[in-house]
């Protein structure tokens, strides 16, 4: 079975570029994580939808950031405009959400490099 | 103080040894996540575990909700087990939201 695919796997652009980072879920998953990781702060959820509906997005850091899930098998993550703080790795992440059964299962990462 | 503390913070052992690496955490939790990552590389899920104990290869996960501590053990230790390893836990009544430990960087010597 396929895992939780991302792409782009690297991305640089220059400050004030639009970024977007795409995710597509381990099939049959219905929560889906957006994460990011740096080395200050470690993992930080950004996001997270259940059933393609977004319930805590406490942790998206500013209006510039923004995610969508139209369908359950596509999300996005979009950074508009893109400032070199926002250089990291972003994760995807996804799981059943099923009690007892709630085992996150991450994606191989987008590193982005904001110059 | 980090609810999810990690020890130690770095280890280095020679191949072979056998490893452990420690988590405690300070609130209630429903479950407790070991992930590893590879240096500039994806998160792997080893375990997911509420209690007791699970065994994949050379894994070995143990959680005592009690003390509030868990325990990753690798069995004859290999290099390319040279990796963090990160603790994360559903607390807070969350069934969704992780709090994770710093980490273990874990280096294994040939």
């Known amino acids: 079975d396929a895992g939780v695919i991302q792409s782009p796997r690297h991305e640089v652009t220059e400050m004030g570029q639009e970024v977007t980072l795409r995710c597509k879920p381990i099939?049959?998953?219905?929560?889906l994580f957006w994460y990011r990781q740096t080395m200050m702060r470690g993992l930080e959820l950004l996001i997270y939808?259940?059933?393609?509906?977004?319930?805590?997005d406490s942790g998206m850091p500013e209006d510039r950031f923004s995610a969508k899930m139209p369908n359950a098998s596509f999300s996005t993550l979009k950074i508009q405009p893109s400032e070199p703080r926002d250089s990291a790795v972003y994760f995807c992440?996804?799981?059943?959400?099923?009690?007892?059964?709630?085992?996150?299962?991450f994606g191989p990462g987008t590193r982005l490099t904001v110059l | 103080k980090n609810e999810v503390e990690q020890s130690p913070q770095n280890l280095t052992a020679q191949e072979g040894e056998f490893i452990t690496i420690n988590c405690s955490y300070s609130?209630?939790?429903?479950?407790l996540h070991w992930l590893q990552q590879h240096p500039g590389g994806g998160i792997v899920s080893l375990f997911m575990l509420s209690s007791g104990k699970k065994k994949h290869g050379r894994l070995i996960a143990t959680i005592n909700i009690q003390e509030k501590h868990s325990s990753l053990h690798i069995t004859a230790s290999h290099p390319r087990d040279s990796a963090v390893y990160i603790c994360a836990v559903y607390s807070g009544g969350s069934n969704y939201k992780l709090t994770f430990g710093k980490g273990t960087l874990l280096t294994v010597n040939p």
């Open positions: 099939s049959g998953h219905n929560s």
């Open positions: 992440a996804s799981s059943s959400y099923r009690v007892g059964d709630n085992e996150q299962f």
């Open positions: 939808f259940n059933n393609n509906v977004p319930i805590d």
């Open positions: 609130v209630g939790i429903s479950a």
